[in-house]
């Protein structure tokens, strides 16, 4: 079974420029959920989808946004790029289900977007 | 909120050394636990997990147990071999949170 793939995997944008990334989920997982990874601050939240539904958000500015298509495929947007934008940008995917609670994400191998 | 503390690295040690690395956690309820691994250059890899108290997950000789009265998760290998050099991150989710939360990460470099 295929991992979860991400698009493009080198991302080089100017300052207040805007950016989509694409993440692919592993085949039948639905939901979808978004990292930044940076030196600084680690490992952060974005936001998460499942069946086309943001079901939490990270604390993130309004310029941070994605989306989840009825595939499970999703995008993240970031608009009016800043410096501090430059990271890697992590998608994971995950199996839900009634029983099984321990939510499980696999992650993909990200885009490293840089700002300059 | 959930959070996670891990000891600060990096740590450095030779083939066939013991490792440890600590993990605390502070979360309302009772939340899943994971050990994640990142190699240069890639993703994160879920090494192990844990859903319940006392629950002992273990993954390529690694081992890390759930210890609710210590809120805590240690992770432990008896032999580290070169190919153990990476990145360790523990993390947790709590019920219908939806995100994990992670530590700071723990550089590992094992020397032949």
């Known amino acids: 079974k295929a991992g979860v793939t991400q698009t493009p995997r080198y991302l080089i944008k100017t300052r207040g420029q805007q950016v989509t990334l694409s993440c692919s989920p592993i085949?039948?997982?639905?939901?979808v959920s978004w990292y930044q990874q940076t030196p600084g601050q680690g490992l952060q939240f974005l936001f998460e989808?499942?069946?086309?539904?943001?079901?939490n958000k990270g604390n993130f500015p309004g310029r941070f946004s994605g989306r989840q298509f009825s595939n499970s495929r999703s995008e993240m947007n970031v608009s009016t790029l800043e410096l501090g934008d430059s990271a890697l940008y992590l998608c994971?995917?995950?199996?839900?289900?009634?029983?099984?609670?321990?939510?499980?994400?696999?992650f993909g191998p990200g885009t490293r977007l840089t700002v300059t | 909120g959930d959070s996670v503390t891990q000891m600060e690295g990096p740590v450095t040690l030779s083939e066939e050394a013991f490792l440890t690395i600590n993990c605390t956690y502070t979360?309302?309820?009772?939340?899943?636990l994971f050990w994640y691994v990142q190699y240069p250059g890639e993703g994160l890899q879920l090494l192990l997990k844990?859903?319940?108290?006392?629950d002992k997950g273990s993954n390529k000789g690694f081992e890390a147990t759930y210890r609710k009265e210590t809120t805590s998760f240690h992770l432990e290998k008896g032999s580290v071999q070169v190919s153990d050099s990476a990145v360790y991150f523990c993390?947790?989710?709590?019920?219908?949170?939806?995100?994990?939360?992670f530590g700071a990460g723990t550089t590992v470099t094992v020397r032949a």
């Open positions: 994971a995917s995950s199996l839900p289900s009634g029983t099984d609670f321990s939510y499980e994400q696999y």
């Open positions: 085949s039948g997982h639905r939901s």
């Open positions: 989808y499942f069946s086309e539904t943001q079901r």
């Open positions: 979360a309302t309820g009772y939340p899943s």
């Open positions: 844990a859903t319940k108290a006392d």
């Open positions: 993390a947790l989710t709590s019920l219908n949170d939806y995100k994990l939360s």
